[in-house]
């Protein structure tokens, strides 16, 4: 079974210095039908303006990852923290017991393109953490690559949740396959592009919710960025 989400039926908020999508209910948005799927609860697609940003505010008891699409995005937390990520680069922060951290926007002239993710964790009370990574497009060029796991295999960012995060940047006409364990579910998202899921056509900013589904089939109409969570199926 596959469940599309369009990008425009998404929560929209216009504050001036930022441009929010999002993809289940966040804030002022809320849409009883998509509180989360299995341990994804976010997906917010942030468009910050340059010079601006989030001021410090607090966090507890999740997995936040930021996933850069373009320019650059100036991380400080209270835990002493400090860095500058830009396209390419993942960061993880476990929220756990409870954190404070900003985020802003490194230029005063550019705009920084994100998308922020929470996932539930598998415990609450954990010791706050935090880490990031850039990752080369040619890692991710028509293959899967692994961003997130639970055991960080494969030099991935470790998260505290039965969750695998993949990515992938699919060039024209080129094809991607995932085989999908009985016991799973799976969440795809595209940031970029359009590409055709088992038949249908996804394109910048739709997800697509899959359960029962053997076999994940992709193939790029034009260049994609595509994510890709494994999620523990909650309702098998």
Known sequence: MINIRKSQDRGYANH???????????????????MAYSVLRVINEDKVAGGTGFGMHPHRDMEIITYMLAGELRHQDSMGNGSVIGAGDVQRMTAGRGIRHSEVNA???????????????????LPPSYEDKHIDAGKKLNQWCLVASPDAHDDSLKI???????????????????????????????ARGQLVLNGQILSAGDAAMLRDEAEIKLKATEESEILLFDLPNLDS
């Open 160 to 190: 505290h949740q039965d969750v695998t995060l993949w990515a992938s940047i699919l060039q024209p006409e080129k094809t991607l396959s995932y085989t999908l364990n009985d016991a799973r579910c799976a969440y795809l998202h595209v």
């Open 107 to 125: 230029s005063t002239e550019n705009e920084v393109h994100l998308l922020q993710i929470w996932l539930m964790p598998d415990q609450n009370g």
């Open 16 to 34: 001036g210095w930022l441009d929010s999508y999002h993809s289940f209910s966040f804030a002022e948005f809320y849409d009883p039908d998509y």
